[in-house]
C-alpha cells in the first residue's frame, strides 16, 4: 500500500537509507529527497510492514521511483498514472513493470580509483554562500595556471548554460550535507566548480560547472579530485549521473564506471 510521507524533514532520507542504498539507482532517488523543501509530494509503498518502494515528486512534472523486488508494480504503475502527466525517472531492470514508455536514458557511474590532480582546488564553505556571488560578479584580469596561457581579459559574456546552471545549484544547496570545491584565481574570479551532497556513506556529485572561457583546461577534473578527497572514498559509494555520451566518456577518463541506468519516459494513460 501506498502511503504519503507526511511532515518531510532533513533526516527522511537517512531514515530510509538501508531500505534503498544498495544499488545507484535508489541512492539518485533518495538524493531527490535530499533537498525535501522542494518536494512536492513522497510516498512509501510497504507490503506486511516492508518498505519496498519510494515515489518522490518534485518541481511538480517530475517524479522519481525506486523499488525493491517484492514490490507491487501494478500499484506503482497504476499510482504514477493517477499522479498524471509526469517525466518519471525510474530504474531501467523495472520500466516494463510498471508500464512505462521509456525515451532517454540516464548513465549512473561510481568513481573505480583515485583521481589524479596536480592543482589543489579550494574549499568553499561560509554556508556556501559566497561561491555564488563570486561566480555571478563581474570578471577580472586572470592569469591562470596553465603555463600554456598568459595573462588574459575575460571577456563578459552570456552564456545561458552556465547561468542556468547557477540559478539552479544556488536553490539547491542542503546545509549540513553539502560540499562545494572551486578552483579560484584573485578575489572575484571561479574558474570551474563542482559541489557534491552526501548522504551517510554515500556521495553524489550532483554539479559541476566551467566558466566557459576556462574549459579543455583540467578545471573541473581537480574540483572533482578535490571532492572525492573530501569524502574519503574508500569504501564508500561516489556516484554521479549524466545522460551525454561525450560527458560519460569524460568521466570514464577519470576513473568512473556505469553501473546502472535509469529510464525516463512516461506511463501511458
Not at 574549499?123 to 560578479?137: A, K, W
Not at 560519460?248 to 577519470?254: A, D, I, M, R, T
Request: glycine letters at 6%; proline letters at 2%; charged letters at 25%.
Amino acid at each position: 500500500m501506498l502511503k504519503i510521507i507526511e511532515n518531510l524533514s532533513e533526516k527522511t532520507a537517512e531514515q530510509l537509507y538501508d531500505f534503498f542504498s544498495e544499488k545507484p539507482s535508489g541512492l539518485y532517488v533518495l538524493f531527490a529527497l535530499l533537498d525535501w523543501t522542494g518536494v512536492d509530494g513522497a510516498w512509501l509503498q510497504s507490503i506486511d510492514s516492508d518498505v519496498t518502494a519510494l515515489v518522490v515528486q518534485r518541481e511538480q512534472s517530475k517524479v522519481y521511483v525506486t523499488a525493491r523486488e517484492n514490490a507491487d508494480f501494478y500499484e506503482l504503475g497504476d499510482f504514477i498514472t493517477r499522479l498524471g502527466g509526469m517525466v518519471i525517472h525510474c530504474p531501467a531492470d523495472i520500466t516494463e513493470r510498471i508500464g512505462m514508455t521509456a525515451f532517454s536514458k540516464i548513465s549512473l557511474m561510481c568513481i573505480e580509483k583515485e583521481i589524479e590532480s596536480p592543482r589543489k582546488s579550494v574549499e568553499i564553505n561560509d554556508n556556501l554562500r559566497p561561491v555564488f556571488d563570486l561566480l555571478t560578479q563581474s570578471k577580472q584580469k586572470i592569469l591562470t595556471q596553465n603555463p600554456n596561457v598568459k595573462l588574459r581579459e575575460v571577456k563578459k559574456y552570456t552564456d545561458r548554460a552556465y547561468n542556468e546552471w547557477l540559478a539552479r545549484t544556488s536553490r539547491g544547496i542542503f546545509n549540513g550535507y553539502t560540499s562545494v570545491r572551486a578552483i579560484k584565481q584573485g578575489v572575484n574570479a571561479i574558474l570551474s566548480v563542482a559541489v557534491a551532497d552526501r548522504l551517510k556513506s554515500s556521495v553524489y556529485i550532483r554539479d559541476v560547472a566551467t566558466d566557459n572561457d576556462f574549459r579543455r583546461m583540467g578545471y573541473a577534473t581537480d574540483c572533482i579530485s578535490g571532492l572525492c578527497s573530501d569524502f574519503k572514498t574508500q569504501g564508500e559509494m561516489a556516484f554521479l549521473a549524466c545522460n551525454d555520451l561525450k560527458t560519460e566518456n569524460f568521466y570514464k577518463n577519470l576513473g568512473f564506471e556505469t553501473k546502472e541506468y535509469m529510464d525516463l519516459g512516461i506511463i501511458e494513460i
